[in-house]
T-cell receptor, first 114, second 114 residues
Framework: AQSVTQLGSHVSVSEGALVLLRCNYS??????LFWYVQYPNQGLQLLLK??????LVKGINGFEAEFKKSETSFHLTKPSAHMSDAAEYFC????????????FGSGTRLQVQP | DAGITQSPRHKVTETGTPVTLRCHQT?????MYWYRQDPGHGLRLIHY???????DKGEVSDGYSVSRSKTEDFLLTLESATSSQTSVYFC?????????????FGEGSRLTVL
């Protein structure tokens, strides 16, 4: 079974500051890891994903995440926050074997202050 | 945008009444999912389908049933709605399953059970 823990349900940063959203996972098999973003009153859309290969993954809107197996982490970063980044962010995990569904973390709401 | 339509988008009903939510896709994707989203819990899997008439339970399936008689439609039924089922319900689709494929989400159906 897989699980995801997102540290911090709310994160507030100033515009132009570094964004760091934390995600730790648990998986008994090699994981596939995802970050999704949800804007108000919308569905989720994929930011980036790690399946195999390079552990530093670049996504849309300037976000990136690094898979660290030794730390069981997949933290999301962006060097400079923009007002439009304000949204809720979800980390998710799946495995190649078994159920082909995602297990989500509880989410982190990012607030960007002017 | 992925062709996913959820209906109804908003519904208010009373405890004990049956409710059916519909997810319709135009992408011919094999996998379809129903998640519910609640504050502090992220998204939790209710049921999913890996083909016509092939479905399986998720983590929070009690009180819910599903049917998939056509590739394009995935129905979620609450046989007797309870207040604990007040939530936002999201349908998602995937061509190859969550392991390596992206999930595309609908815009959600907000259900209130009084």
């Amino acid at each position: 079974a897989q699980s995801v823990t997102q540290l911090g349900s709310h994160v507030s940063v100033s515009e132009g500051a570094l964004v760091l959203l934390r995600c730790n996972y648990s998986s008994s098999v090699p994981p596939y890891l995802f970050w999704y973003v949800q804007y108000p009153n919308q569905g989720l859309q994929l930011l980036l994903k790690y399946t195999t290969g390079a552990t530093l993954v670049k996504g849309i809107n300037g976000f990136e995440a690094e898979f660290k197996k030794s730390e069981t982490s997949f933290h999301l970063t962006k060097p400079s926050a923009h007002m439009s980044d304000a949204a809720e962010y979800f980390c998710a995990v799946s495995a190649y074997t078994g159920r082909r569904a995602l297990t989500f973390g509880s989410g982190t709401r990012l607030q960007v202050q002017p | 945008d992925a062709g996913i339509t959820q209906s109804p988008r908003h519904k208010v009903t009373e405890t004990g009444t049956p409710v059916t939510l519909r997810c319709h896709q135009t992408e011919n994707h094999r996998y379809m999912y129903w998640y519910r989203q609640d504050p502090g819990h992220g998204l939790r899997l209710i049921h999913y389908s890996y083909g016509v008439k092939d479905t399986d339970k998720g983590e929070v399936s009690d009180g819910y049933s599903v049917s998939r008689s056509k590739t394009e439609d995935f129905l979620l039924t609450l046989e007797s709605a309870t207040s604990s089922q007040t939530s936002v319900y999201f349908c998602a689709i995937s061509e190859s399953g969550a392991s390596t494929g992206e999930l595309f989400f609908g815009e959600g159906s907000r259900l209130t059970v009084l």
